[in-house]
């Protein structure tokens, strides 16, 4: 069972370039996340899809954008990369139920790095 | 302010030792708390999920305490294992649920 597969890994980037951070999930979740983690401190959101088509910010949008044409992918785009980008990103969703209800799975994670 | 506060920040135990980590949240207004493993370099595993009306939920060696009065959860972990080497996360569900709020995690590391 493949469940959340995030690609790349790791990545290098340098500062102004972009990229896009791939998520997918074969488990038919409607819900899914994008966090980023900090030495540190705890998980951040930066934007969610509650399915298909919709798409909101979280806690810190800034610099980045998404977009959820299916509902097995969830891809984070970064434009015009900062130091400041420098994290691990997270990618999850979350299993049918109310909006306070659900398990939440994570992917591996990918470690961006922005010189 | 919502905040989740864990304690203490790193532990280390021997093997077959048990532990209690604590977490304290001023989120309000609270839905559930649940509690994560995330091993080194890995996404957060689920290990409890917890409604504010319960007090107790096992998951093997782990169980979870919840006090919705004191705004206060423990974890406590039996017989360690080596591979329970791990940092445990306490996270707190806001109303709606993208306003999960996230505790800075508890590093244990158990030892040989």
């Known amino acids: 069972n493949a469940g959340v597969t995030q690609t790349p890994k790791f990545r290098i980037l340098k500062i102004g370039q972009s990229m896009t951070l791939q998520c997918a999930q074969d488990m038919n979740h409607n819900y899914m996340y994008w966090y980023r983690q900090d030495p540190g401190m705890g998980l951040k959101l930066i934007y969610y899809?509650?399915?298909?088509?919709?798409?909101d910010k979280g806690e810190v949008p800034n610099g980045y954008n998404v977009s959820r044409s299916t509902t097995e992918d969830f891809p984070l785009r970064l434009e015009l990369a900062a130091p400041s980008q420098t994290s691990v990103y997270f990618c999850a969703s979350k299993t049918p139920g109310g909006a306070d209800t659900g398990e939440l799975f994570f992917g591996e994670g990918s470690r961006l790095t922005v010189l | 302010k919502n905040q989740v506060e864990q304690s203490p920040q790193s532990l280390i135990i021997l093997e077959g030792k048990n532990c209690t980590l604590q977490c304290n949240y001023t989120v309000s207004p609270f839905s559930n708390l649940r509690w994560y493993k995330q091993d080194t370099g890995r996404g957060p595993v689920s290990l409890t999920i917890?409604?504010?009306?319960?007090n107790t939920k096992s998951n093997g060696r782990y169980t979870a305490t919840l006090d919705a009065d004191t705004k206060q959860s423990s974890l406590h972990i039996t017989a360690s294992q080596l591979s329970d080497s791990a940092s445990y996360i306490c996270v707190v569900l806001n109303t709606g649920f993208q306003k999960l709020v996230f505790g800075t995690g508890t590093r244990l590391l158990v030892s040989p």
């Open positions: 899809s509650v399915g298909a088509g919709i798409t």
């Open positions: 917890m409604t504010f009306s319960e």
